[in-house]
């Protein structure tokens, strides 16, 4: 498969990249916030692991808010 260039890219193809990157900076500032935030017994693990695991990939921020946080009563 050919590489494109970013000119070579429509305008949907552009807004979709541009999208997608603003809503992973989104998705990673909020789950550094409220790692920060968040009590330490509040959160399954280490806060430095979720936090380092927030940095890795797209899926960090998203498995911590569906796995990290304990349920609070």
Do not use: C
């Not at 935030?37 to 806060?47: M, T």
């Not at 979720?50 to 808010?65: D, K, V």
């Amino acid at each position: 498969m050919a590489r494109k260039k970013w000119s070579d890219l429509s305008t949907g193809q552009k807004r979709g990249i541009a999208l997608s990157g603003a809503v992973q900076i989104g998705l990673l500032i909020a789950a550094l916030t409220d790692i920060h935030r968040r009590p330490a017994g509040e959160i399954r693990g280490s806060k430095w692991v979720w936090t380092a695991a927030s940095f890795i990939n797209f899926a960090g921020p998203i498995s911590y808010f569906a796995f990290g946080r304990r349920r609070v009563s």
